[in-house]
């Protein structure tokens, strides 16, 4: 069935308005947008919309008592509330060093989660 | 850490325009370079930046603030760049005498040959935008709740209202709500928005959290706690258009309403500031009216990248190494070293200006007659006395060493010839 | 059994704290109660922090005779008890023709009040003084003797004085009714239990009236809270030397434009009768208001040099006038009713009850002689309170000398103000203990520049938890219910 579907496309700083026509997850047309990237993106976000999640895991013994982690990638959107989740089971021990693997492949994705920075040991 | 007191360059903050101009200016050939930090840690405000979006102009990467930073610390560090943690500058004078206070260093005086400024900027608070109401408990700028939320782990809130659609506003929405709070409304007072259409996507959408443009908070309600705020629609005068008024209840009130450059210190130096920004008024290379001050990053005008901040700060940087080095050759010329009271010669003869910088010189000297009881070795400027040491007894057969240490460098550098002399206590 | 004084104060703005000290003095014990948690959070925490010459109040009333005593005294009680206090000096600042005829009649009522030092200037002289004056100045009243202060540092510091002397201050204890004894008071119930005593004073300022009907005495006296709204501005911005008074008229003595003893300029207060005795939240009629006010006296005030606001509540009264003859029905109320016994009766002590204070302590303790107490000073009463220490105030070598002897005033917390942790800490322990962000505040003006705590604050929370030995989560802005954080980060519950 077809219905329309309104996105703003975020590819450039413009920030196009699209009216997408799309059957499921099937794009029919898409309306509005000012150059190529609105129908490429638009696609994107209806088969497979991804974001990159930055957020805190504790640590103990460390100057704070948290260290910033973040996805290597973009990871599926429908799993950042679980991502979210499991962030907050994680505890590390200072010192931790930037780029450090948290979570490996969360969830099947081949998506790590990684450290932010060093955290050193106080 | 032994603190000199001249440096090629201090640089006043380590935010992104401090690092960078601290690595640019010992690029540049500056060999004392200081960087004097308020926090405990190297980084400044970024480190508390815990979202992506930072490098894509210098790396060419997509990084979260504390990695952008880091990158800029370890250069710093591998450079051999001096650093002051936790240290608070209380006043620059123009003739770049640095004052400074801390836990670990005591109240220290420094001198520098040029200053770069990089202390960033203050957000704006509630009374400049004159928020009527009651004054609670959980009314934050929203970079003191970024503070709380995301380096020292607490949550300052659990319902939250947040005044002004910048990219703080809207990232800490989204922010906020990872953490499990909820951001019930985001009001712009402008009819449109001004952060990132990428961010009014990602944070605010994505989350399903309602922005009202032409909207402003009318007042707050709460005697101790936020209880409530009462929104308003505005019109095209700005003006609250009666009727409109909503009861939105929340027990903390963010604030994301504008960012000034923070120049307090800028005025103590008599740094020239442009009244429509509130930045020093500035030449190419960034310096200011005052020669050897520079400014670099949010300090001169709110920046919208990081990535432009840290470009600004190498070009300052680069200029701030620059220009000490040209005083530093200023300052060659030479002092005589003449031998004085029972003293039969002095090596060196001359002192070059220019090495007088962090290392103590050591005069060494022999005596024309033993004296068996204490005696005072002395360096005189004319009547003036700039050095001494005692020795238990002098013989002209033992050499006599006399070191100039730094903090006797101010008085040498003034004296046209240094006279050595030994005599009894 | 019950815990038994001989007073009782009620209430620990300034006129309480300062009774406390008073009383200090003498043999016998005093006990301060505050329901608040912290003194001075009442009237005397947002007001103009003016110290009055004494030629506003009507000649003849009660007001007027503590306005002018009790300013003659403040040089001294500054003395002893170190707090900041500057005679400035304060201009009633006329502008047009109309005006400067009325000063004549201020000036005639001061004489009547016994303020010594007035004079009038004229418009130029006032210009010459005073560079961001209204240009249209005609002249000026000026007295000498008026003052500018930091209303919580008399408090704290008589306070705290009266605590080295012995007496006891309870905070977060709010008074609820007597305990009599026929007509005789010989005691308090408070949230906190009861108390027995010999004496009640009621210094309980807003709600002077309720304390007062609880004993039975006037029942037509009523408090009705007078607001009135401030701004503050940068002094890097805007500066001006003095207390300027715009002239009075019918409309009310006017919005004045005024400087601190820290240096910022003020502006305010309007005067609007309310109800609610805990609203003290500014309005956009009230702040519109204020800034019309001021214009007309400094024209050259700019919006973007405000960094504060706050509203006070004045705790305005219908006390009627005891000199015969004269009509006057908002006079301050100082007496030992004769229905009650046991009873010091206050009430109505707005503006310039700041100024008043000591005198009014004075009076108290002179009634309480009359009535048959023999009030005999304590052989070890010590009168002089030390101040501590302010980073902000010392020049490059006393600050280096105090962090060799302390390394924590080298750590400076709120960089607006150079405030230190040193300083900080000394307040948390200091004879009463500042337990709360805005406690910490009230005593170092930390928070109070022009990024409003935006800076210091999570650093605050920190140094009182650690001080305090609790979780952050437990620190409050001023006391239960204003918490500043809500639970840590990570902690979602069922999530």
Redesign the interface.
Known sequence: MEEKTKLICISCPKGCSLDVTHDGNTILKVENAACKQGYVYAEKEFTDPRRMVASTVKVKGGLHPLVPVYTANPIPKPKIQDLLVELRKVELQAPVTGGDVVLENVFGTGINIITSRDMPAV | MAVKELYDVIVIGSGPGGLAAAIAAKKAGADDVLIIE?D??LGGIL?QC???GFGVEIFKE??????Y??RFIKEVRALGIETML?T?V?DITPLKKV?A???????V?LEARSIVLAMGC??R????I?I???????V??A??AQ????????????RFVILGSGDIGMIMARRLT????KVERVLEVMPHLTG???N???CL??FDIQLQLRHTV???IG???VEAIESVKVDEKWK?VPGTEEIIPC?TLLLSVGLIPEN?LS?KAGVLLDPRIGGPIVDDSFQTNVPGIFAAGNVVHVYDLVDWVTEAGYVAGNAAGEYAIKERQKETGSITIQAGDNVRYVVPQMLDKAHLTDKPISLQMRVINPIEDPVWVEAHDGSNLVARKAERYVRPGEMVTLKLRPKHFDDVRKAGTLTISVNPK | MLEKYDYIVIGGGVVGSVITRWLSKYEGSVLLIEKESDICMGSTSSNTAIVHAGYDPLPGSLKARMNVRGNEMWDTLAGELEFPFERRGDYVVAIGEEEFSNLTTLIEQGKKNGVPGMRLLMGDEVRSLEKEINPEVSGALWAETGGICDPFAITISAAENAVVNGAKVMLNTAFEDFIMDGDRIIGIKTNKGDFGCRWAINCAGLYSDVVMHKAGVRPEFKIIPRKGEYFVFDRADITVNNVLFPTPTEKGKGILVTTTLHGNTIIGPNSVLIDDKEDRSCTTAGLDEIWEGAQKLVPGLKRKHIIGMFAGLRPYGNGPCKTPGIDYQHDYIIEIPEKVKGFVNLGGIESPGLASSPAIAEEVVAMLQDAGETLKVKKDWNPIRRSRPRFRDMDHKERERMIRLDPRYGRVICRCENVTEGEIIAEIHSPIPATTYDAIKRRTWLGTGRCQGGFDMPRVVEILAGELGVSPLEITKKGSGSDFLSRPTKNVEGK
Request: without cysteine; glycine residues 10%; proline residues 9%.
């Open positions: 308020r405990i840690e480190l815990i979202h992506n997509d990084l979260p603030g504390p990695t930073s880091q936790d608070m209380l004052y206070s801390s836990k670990q260093h005591g109240f005086v203050r957000e608070t509630r009374p400049m004159r009527p109401g009651t004054r609670p408990s959980g934050y700028t970079g003191t503070r709380w939320t995301n380096v020292e782990g607490y949550l300052p809130g659990k990872f953490e499990g709070a990132l259409t990428r009014y996507v990602q959408l994505d009318k007042r707050i005697n101790d706690r609250p027990d307090e005025k």
